[in-house]
């Protein structure tokens, strides 16, 4: 029973959009990191895990959305920003990491919240 409450679409994908941009911030990580290392290509969260999230978030699968997993990609449109041939820009990374905190933030927000309801629900308390 208890299991049903924690497997509703809409709470399986703020999950996974949680794991998204814990991982999106290790990317932005690496990638400040990696500024001045010569040839070092940027990395992001592959395209394809949003677009995948939200054609399953669309049709309300649980088992589609429980099944996906965010994963890093070298970010093929980033152009070379040095002769070396990095394609980390500082600016582009700062504010990636500004939007992907906000990003953690709401989808904090919203999980928090839907779990404080289902303690309302089960102890009448909130």
């Not at 429980?66 to 820009?89: F, I, M």
Request: charged residues 20%; hydrophobic residues 45%; without cysteine.
């Amino acid at each position: 029973m208890i299991e049903a409450l924690f497997n509703q679409p809409d709470y399986l994908a703020a999950k996974k959009n949680l794991d998204a941009a814990v991982l999106r911030q290790d990317a932005i990580a690496s990638n400040i990191a990696n500024l001045e290392t010569p040839g070092y290509k940027r990395v992001d969260l592959a395209p394809s895990f949003q677009k995948e999230l939200e054609r399953a978030s669309s049709a309300a699968d649980p088992q589609a959305i429980a099944g996906l997993k965010p994963t890093l990609a070298v970010d093929t449109a980033a152009p070379s920003v040095s002769p070396d041939g990095n394609t980390v820009n500082l600016e582009k990374e700062l504010m990636q990491m500004n939007q992907n905190a906000l990003t953690h933030s709401y989808e904090t927000e919203l999980v928090s919240n839907m779990l404080a309801r289902m303690r309302l629900a089960i102890t009448g308390h909130a």
